[in-house]
């Protein structure tokens, strides 16, 4: 079970102080978060990827690559790459390129992006969302895997004879997740090909998830991939703590409220209630989080929303202290009392879904 956390990299207003950070500050900011959470021992930091404000993340393989020097162990991720308007091409290189400057702790999530303005940005239409992805990812799948790729499609111009450089570290593409919080196509598709499903289950009630969870796994045994047990599922979330869960609720109030995300909509005591969202003391958070194997059965990564709504830096770190130190320890020994030998291991760089320490010991 791989622990982390994930940034959408807004630049907003702290509602308590009414000061922003700039742009500098916020890219800054995530470069700390990112050694911070390996300091208190988190699997994975991942950032998304945005082309219009309030975000700064445009370029995630820039920062990526920039966390890759200033971390030893922790794996690198995308909470979205835009598979829809980034040329697979691009994606195949830039990753690749990560993945030997990263020593192989390197995987990625893909999605189609929500924000209907950046479709026409990159030459796109939003309205062709679904084959976009679709055509793309087939593509990117190749590039990865063969050395001379001849190819056509609807999106981009034709192939002939190309080798995307450089090749996969070892020969290992990347692992790849698939993101969705509302399309069974998504789901479809991870199914197919054997990848990840991610669901990030930060808005919607959690049997919308569960119904997409369930297809997927469904459908990942269908292809001939494994049992639906083994297939292959990561979870959004969102935390906010202090040791009294009163005065969590309390200072996270006026950032809820103001979220870019969320805020001005559903109070926070109906979005807790009804998303992952937990604001209050750490066993809270545990309690809270131990509830999702119930609905989704036993899962591979977790990430965890903590940067965001103009939280000072300071809160995120006090917050990552809490998270590294009171809540993953339990989370860790209590995912892992009762599961299954044959459940995958979070994936790693060149190791198969399908062994690890409890695959071998069951094969001894």
Same mark, same amino acid.
């Given at each position: 079970?791989?622990?982390?956390?994930?940034?959408?990299?807004?630049?907003?207003?702290?509602?308590?102080?009414?000061?922003?950070?700039?742009?500098?500050?916020?890219?800054?900011?995530?470069?700390?978060?990112?050694?911070?959470?390996?300091?208190?021992?988190?699997?994975?930091?991942?950032?998304?990827?945005?082309?219009?404000?309030?975000?700064?993340?445009?370029?995630?393989?820039?920062?990526?690559?920039?966390?890759?020097?200033?971390?030893?162990?922790?794996?690198?991720?995308?909470?979205?790459?835009?598979?829809?308007?980034?040329?697979?091409?691009?994606?195949?290189?830039?990753?690749?390129?990560?993945?030997?400057?990263?020593?192989?702790?390197?995987?990625?999530?893909?999605?189609?992006?929500?924000?209907?303005?950046?479709?026409?940005?990159?030459?796109?239409?939003?309205?062709?969302? %679904?084959? &976009?992805?679709?055509?793309? #990812? !087939?593509?990117?799948?190749?590039?990865?895997? @063969?050395?001379? *790729?001849?190819?056509? $499609?609807?999106?981009?111009?034709?192939?002939?004879?190309?080798?995307?450089?450089?090749?996969?570290?070892?020969?290992?593409?990347?692992?790849?997740?698939?993101?969705?919080?509302?399309?069974?196509?998504?789901?479809?598709?991870?199914?197919?090909?054997?990848?990840?499903?991610?669901?990030?289950?930060?808005?919607?009630?959690?049997?919308?998830?569960?119904?997409? %969870?369930? &297809?997927?796994?469904?459908? #990942? !045994?269908?292809?001939?991939?494994?049992?639906? @047990?083994?297939? *292959?599922?990561?979870? $959004?979330?969102?935390?906010?703590?202090?040791?009294?869960?009163?005065?969590?609720?309390?200072?996270?109030?006026?950032?809820?409220?103001?979220?870019?995300?969320?805020?001005?909509?559903?109070?926070?005591?109906?979005?807790?209630?009804?998303?992952?969202?937990?604001?209050?003391?750490?066993?809270?958070?545990?309690?809270?989080?131990?509830?999702?194997?119930?609905?989704?059965?036993?899962?591979?990564?977790?990430?965890?929303?903590?940067?965001?709504?103009?939280?000072?830096?300071?809160?995120?770190?006090?917050?990552?202290?809490?998270?590294?130190?009171?809540?993953?320890?339990?989370?860790?020994?209590?995912?892992?009392?009762?599961?299954?030998?044959?459940?995958?291991?979070?994936?790693?760089?060149?190791?198969?879904?399908?062994?690890?320490?409890?695959?071998?010991?069951?094969?001894?």
């Amino acid at each position: 079970m791989q622990f982390g956390i994930f940034t959408v990299g807004d630049v907003t207003t702290d509602p308590t102080t009414g000061r922003a950070p700039t742009e500098h500050e916020r890219v800054k900011a995530m470069v700390t978060i990112a050694r911070k959470a390996e300091e208190v021992g988190l699997d994975v930091f991942a950032t998304g990827e945005h082309h219009n404000p309030p975000f700064v993340p445009s370029s995630p393989t820039t920062l990526l690559g920039y966390v890759a020097a200033r971390t030893e162990r922790l794996l690198l991720s995308t909470s979205t790459t835009l598979i829809t308007t980034n040329d697979p091409v691009k994606i195949a290189e830039d990753f690749a390129m990560l993945q030997h400057l990263a020593d192989g702790r390197v995987d990625l999530m893909l999605g189609r992006g929500n924000t209907g303005p950046v479709y026409p940005w990159f030459g796109k239409d939003i309205r062709q969302g %679904i084959p &976009l992805a679709v055509e793309n #990812y !087939a593509l990117l799948h190749r590039l990865w895997r @063969e050395e001379s *790729v001849d190819w056509a $499609g609807r999106f981009r111009t034709p192939l002939q004879g190309f080798t995307a450089t450089p090749r996969p570290l070892d020969g290992a593409p990347p692992f790849v997740w698939h993101g969705s919080i509302r399309s069974p196509e998504i789901a479809e598709q991870a199914a197919y090909y054997g990848d990840g499903f991610f669901a990030n289950n930060i808005f919607w009630p959690r049997d919308h998830f569960v119904r997409l %969870i369930r &297809l997927y796994r469904d459908r #990942y !045994a269908h292809y001939g991939h494994g049992d639906p @047990e083994q297939a *292959v599922v990561g979870l $959004g979330g969102q935390v906010f703590m202090r040791r009294n869960s009163q005065d969590a609720v309390r200072e996270f109030r006026p950032y809820f409220d103001n979220a870019p995300v969320y805020g001005h909509g559903p109070s926070l005591e109906e979005f807790t209630e009804q998303t992952p969202l937990t604001v209050g003391s750490p066993q809270e958070v545990i309690e809270k989080t131990l509830t999702f194997r119930e609905s989704f059965g036993d899962y591979q990564r977790q990430l965890f929303l903590m940067d965001h709504a103009g939280l000072p830096l300071k809160t995120v770190l006090e917050q990552l202290d809490l998270l590294g130190e009171e809540v993953v320890p339990v989370l860790r020994r209590e995912f892992a009392a009762g599961r299954p030998a044959h459940v995958p291991d979070g994936p790693v760089h060149g190791a198969s879904l399908r062994t690890g320490a409890r695959a071998a010991a069951t094969a001894g």
